[in-house]
């Protein structure tokens, strides 16, 4: 199993980032796609997950209305949109794959395979 998380970058704030996750070995049907991150000195956090499996999408509170998660175009890639960004949303994202069962998608625990991170740096 492979994810490789890509699409990060320096934008201004008010700017947007398209992030991929793609996902090679497991199937997008069965498997929840979520995305974390972890800003510098602090612990990393879930920022949204899909999970086709139950049809269920979550966000976090600091991203809800800016942010939206989907199944890409490409078979077997998870899109994270990411508008309005701040420089709050300063951190290296991850991107994570697990069978979830339930609602605790913000569990790093939940996830039995990761990608690299992507670096996003919201600054002017």
């Known amino acids: 199993v492979q994810l490789q998380a890509s699409g990060g970058g320096l934008v201004q704030p008010g700017g947007s980032l398209r992030l991929s996750c793609n996902v090679a070995g497991l199937s997008l049907d069965d498997y929840a796609i979520a995305w974390f991150r972890q800003a510098p000195g602090k612990e990393r956090e879930g920022v949204s997950c899909i999970n086709d499996a139950d049809g269920n999408i979550y966000y976090a509170d600091s991203v809800k209305g800016r942010f939206a998660i989907a199944r890409g175009s490409a078979k077997n890639t998870v899109v994270l949109q990411m508008n309005r960004l701040k420089p709050e949303d300063t951190a290296v994202y991850y991107c994570?794959?697990?069978?979830?069962?339930?609602?605790?998608?913000?569990?790093?625990?939940?996830?039995?395979?990761w990608g690299q991170g992507t670096q996003v740096t919201v600054s002017s």
């Open positions: 994570g794959a697990g069978l979830l069962y339930g609602d605790s998608w913000y569990n790093e625990w939940e996830y039995d395979y």
